[in-house]
Every structure is written in structure tokens, then in C-alpha cells.
């Protein structure tokens, strides 16, 4: 009976059937309002009645989690996914939020472990986007968007009152995105060695974000398949010889034939 039921609940997990697609549908939807909530409260002041969404979004991730180390049955199966990881983080904030109060800016991690997932490319369109420049150049924008997000935390976190403007989530969103942006319009600085220094990371870490999403933009779609020989993962839709060392690729093979041939892609993140 025990078996029986596991083998269920992981099929509503990680199956791709009807059943488990209306299933995995409610959690993403269920996900993204979270993740909602999560950014909006941060440019709000607490309201009193916050509690009882906190208290209701730890049940569910409390329930998501068990049910999920039950689906896949072991512990360590369980904790090699990033999400599983990111979840308890964020119960333990909304379990002890005067304990972590200053941390509480990691949750939009779950904006990123989301958008990772394979529950997300399942849902989304039915897997339509799975493996494609949609999926690349959305997974660029989750991480750009995380990681303004998680920088602006950092600054309201260490320097918040350094700075007569520096006084709230906005104005460190604000001073990321000009860092970020390289635009420095001066008004809001960090003049401690500690601030100059997480500025200067900023900067460099804006260019390179920026860099890579503008890259996705403007470069033609391309197929993702490993190659053997040096492990290339991107290669032109057509090609049929790796870039990178030469190497024999399988033929293309197009989205319809793949769906008949029933070939699904090895996918190294789960939730």
C-alpha cells in the first residue's frame, strides 16, 4: 500500500501525464503567487494581517517538502536538488522571523529555483518551451532579476542608513540598478572600504549579467545537445559537427518528430 501511494505521489510530481500536469499546474501557480508576495511585501511596510500569510505559506512549504522526500524516498535523493534547499531556507524565516529578519531578502531564490525546474518547462505551454531560446533566454532574466533582488537585500541589509538617501528596499533597489547599469548618477554612495568594494562587484557583475542576456537576444536559437568528445552543449539548429572540437552530433531532429519518438531531455535540476 505504502508503495503504491509513493509511486502515485511521484508520478504527480514528476510524471507527465494529464493528471499530472493539472497537478503540477497548481503548484506553479501556487509557486509564483508566493514568489509574488514575496517581492511586493518587501516594498511594503509589514501589515498586521502579513502573519497569516506567512503562517499559511510555511504549511505549504512544509507539506510540499515532505511530500516531495516522500515521492522520491530517500533523504539524499531529496537534498540533491537546489529548491529543497532553497524552501527550508525560506520556512526557516518564516518560522523565525525575528531570529532571521535580515535574511529574509533570500526568498526571491525561489523566483530562481522556480524557473530552473522541470515542473515549470513541464507546465508552461505544456513543455513547449523545454529546451529552447525561450527557456535559455528566460532562465537569463530570472537570474538577472534574482540577483538585483538578492543585491538590493545585501544593501538594506549592511548599509541602510550610511547614506542620508539610503533609508529603504526601494532606494537600495535603486542604488543596485544604477551600480548595475554603470549609469552612477552619484547621488547615493557607499563610501566605507567595505561599500566601495561590494560597489565595484556590482558593476562588474551587472556587465556581465547584461552582456550575457544581450547575447541570448540577438543571437540566432540554437539546439542544446552535449557533445561527447568536449561537452559543448549549444550548437546551431542545423549543425551536424561540434564547434568546439569537430565531433559527430546526432542529426536534427525537430520538435514534432521528437515528441513522436517519445525523446525527452536529461534535465540536471528538478521541483
Not at 518587501?42 to 512544509?62: K, M
Not at 515549470?120 to 534574482?146: H, Q
Request: glycine share 8%.
Amino acid at each position: 500500500m505504502s508503495a503504491s501511494f509513493r509511486s502515485r505521489v511521484r508520478a504527480l510530481y514528476f510524471g507527465h501525464s494529464e493528471s499530472a500536469a493539472r497537478f503540477q499546474g497548481v503548484l506553479l501557480a501556487l509557486d509564483l503567487l508566493i514568489i509574488g508576495f514575496f517581492i511586493v511585501s518587501q516594498f511594503i511596510d509589514h501589515l498586521s494581517w502579513f502573519w497569516i500569510v506567512d503562517a499559511a505559506i510555511a504549511a505549504f512549504l512544509a507539506i510540499d517538502l515532505l511530500a516531495r522526500l516522500f515521492a522520491l524516498g530517500t533523504l539524499s535523493r531529496w537534498l540533491k536538488y537546489p529548491i529543497t534547499w532553497i524552501d527550508l531556507f525560506i520556512l526557516a524565516t518564516l518560522l523565525f522571523p525575528a531570529l532571521l529578519a535580515n535574511w529574509g531578502f533570500l526568498r526571491i531564490l525561489r523566483l530562481w529555483a522556480v524557473v530552473q525546474s522541470e515542473r515549470f518547462w513541464n507546465v508552461l505551454a505544456r513543455g513547449r518551451f523545454d529546451d529552447t531560446y525561450v527557456e535559455d533566454l528566460t532562465k537569463s532574466i530570472a537570474t538577472l532579476v534574482t540577483f538585483i533582488f538578492l543585491a538590493a537585500g545585501a544593501t538594506q541589509a549592511l548599509f541602510l542608513g550610511q547614506h542620508p538617501k539610503l533609508n529603504n528596499f526601494v532606494d537600495a533597489i535603486y542604488f543596485v540598478v544604477t551600480s548595475l547599469t554603470t549609469t552612477g548618477y552619484g547621488d547615493i554612495t557607499l563610501d566605507s572600504a567595505l561599500g566601495r568594494i561590494f560597489s565595484v562587484a556590482l558593476m562588474l557583475t551587472g556587465i556581465s549579467l547584461f552582456f550575457s542576456i544581450a547575447q541570448k537576444v540577438f543571437m540566432p536559437g540554437q539546439r542544446i545537445e552535449t557533445c561527447a568528445g568536449c561537452g559543448l552543449d549549444r550548437h546551431d539548429t542545423d549543425a551536424r559537427h561540434c564547434k568546439g572540437c569537430g565531433g559527430k552530433l546526432s542529426a536534427p531532429l525537430h520538435r514534432g518528430a521528437r515528441k513522436a519518438r517519445g525523446v525527452r531531455p536529461k534535465r540536471a535540476t528538478g521541483g
